[in-house]
């Protein structure tokens, strides 16, 4: 009898293995055989389950906007927003690999237009997906009224992308407490309580 094989479950794990090798050489370094060898598989494999080397590497960025956007539908079980934007910042391996997987993709939106457009539907949903908890927060009177939750989720995001770049990028200088001390800072004016 044939084996079984969760094909949405490949997909993930190579998705997986795409997103450490890009966290590890960057995403012009990445080559198949590299995701090849990090999913414990051949390229003949990846091919399989992806076009090409783009849409590996899309599947890529799209579980890191998905572990994002996960934390977002249930934000509402964290009871502080900054402690739910602390989430994202890149404190650990983890997190620091999602972001350089992260910033990989900017630099191709730049000059890639459809690229550019899947970026800027992730920025809307994680967007809206802070907004409608600061309504929720609002109607449960844990935030003030008179906070405008789309101009505050977009400040909260611009926030959190100005200094996770640079925590990402000059980690010696920003380590995980400076991380949260600034994150405090530039957030805790942005969400008063009623």
């Known amino acids: 009898m044939p084996k079984k094989i969760d094909h949405d479950a ?5 998705a997986r293995a795409a997103i450490a090798v890009i966290g590890e050489q960057g995403i012009d370094n990445t080559r198949l055989v590299d995701v090849a060898r990090a999913a414990h598989a051949t390229t003949g ?7 090409d080397k783009d849409a590996v590497l899309l599947a890529a960025l799209d ?3 998905q572990n994002i956007l996960y934390m977002l539908r249930h934000g509402d079980e964290v009871d502080d927003l900054v402690d739910l934007a602390a989430l994202i ?5 983890e997190r620091l690999r999602d972001w350089r997987v992260w910033l990989s993709f900017f630099s191709r939106a730049i000059g890639d237009p459809a690229l550019a457009r899947i970026n800027k ?3 809307d949903e994680f967007r809206d997906g802070l907004a409608a908890i600061i309504r929720r927060r609002q109607s449960g009177r844990k935030l003030a009224a008179s906070i405008e939750p789309d101009m505050t989720a977009d400040a ?8 996770c770049i640079r925590a990402t990028l000059e980690r010696e200088d920003w380590p995980p407490e400076r991380q949260r001390k600034q994150l405090e800072a530039m957030l805790r004016p942005l969400l008063p309580a009623p």
Do not use: K, M, N
């Open 10 to 14: 490949r997909r993930r794990d190579i």
């Open 45 to 51: 494999t990846i091919t399989h389950y992806f076009e």
């Open 63 to 65: 579980h890191v906007a």
């Open 89 to 93: 910042l890149p404190v650990d391996e």
């Open 121 to 123: 539907a992730y920025y």
């Open 156 to 163: 909260i995001i611009s926030v959190l992308d100005g200094f």
